[in-house]
C-alpha cells in the first residue's frame, strides 16, 4: 500500500536516496559528467555536445525525476529544502496547539517549509516557536515573522479605481 509523504518526509527520503545514488555511482556526481568529457579522448566523443558519453550515468535529480514524472528542479527544491530547514524548528512545529501531540499545518505545506528555510537557523527557531505558541492565529510564515521581528507583512499590491475602470 502506497503512503503520501508529507514534504519534509519526502525531502528526507530523497537525501538518503542520494547518498546511496551517489556511492553506488560515483560519475552522477555534480561536476563528474564535465571531468569525465574532458578526460575523453577527442576520437571518442559524441559529435553533438548535448548527446550523453557512453558509460555515463544520469545525475541524481534526472534519474529520479523521471521515475518519478517530475522535473528536475522539483527534487532539487526538495534535496534544498532537506539540506537547509532547521531540524529545532520543524520539531517545534511537530509539538504544538493546544495538545502537545498536534502538529502545525504548515509541516503539510511545502511552499511555507521552504520559506521558513531560507531564513537563518535562528530565525527558523524563532519563528517555528511562534506559529506553535499561536497556531490558530499564525498561520504563514509571514504572519510569525511580522510578530517575531515587528516587520510588516507585504500587501498584495491594490489598482487604483482608475487603473480598475480603465482609466
Known amino acids: 500500500m502506497r503512503t503520501n509523504f508529507r514534504p519534509l518526509e519526502f525531502a528526507d527520503a530523497l537525501a538518503r536516496h542520494k ?46 525525476a523521471q521515475k518519478f514524472g517530475v522535473g528536475p528542479r522539483t527534487i532539487q527544491r526538495a534535496l534544498w529544502l532537506a539540506g537547509t530547514i532547521n531540524r529545532n524548528a520543524v520539531q517545534t512545529l511537530k509539538a504544538c496547539g493546544i495538545r502537545k501531540d498536534a502538529e502545525h499545518k504548515i509541516l503539510d505545506n511545502a511552499s511555507q517549509l521552504r520559506t521558513l528555510a531560507k531564513f537563518p537557523p535562528e530565525d527558523q527557531e524563532r519563528i517555528a516557536s511562534h506559529l506553535a505558541e499561536y497556531p490558530d492565529t499564525c498561520k504563514t510564515v509571514a504572519d510569525a515573522w511580522a510578530k517575531v521581528d515587528g516587520h510588516a507583512v507585504p500587501m498584495p499590491a491594490i489598482k487604483s479605481h482608475s487603473v480598475m475602470m480603465g482609466g
Open 19 to 64: 547518498e546511496l545514488y551517489e556511492a553506488a555511482y560515483p560519475d552522477s556526481k555534480k561536476g563528474a559528467k564535465g571531468l569525465i568529457a574532458m578526460n575523453t579522448p577527442d576520437d571518442k566523443k559524441p559529435e553533438r555536445q548535448n548527446v550523453a558519453l557512453e558509460g555515463t550515468v544520469q545525475n541524481f535529480s534526472e534519474n529520479v
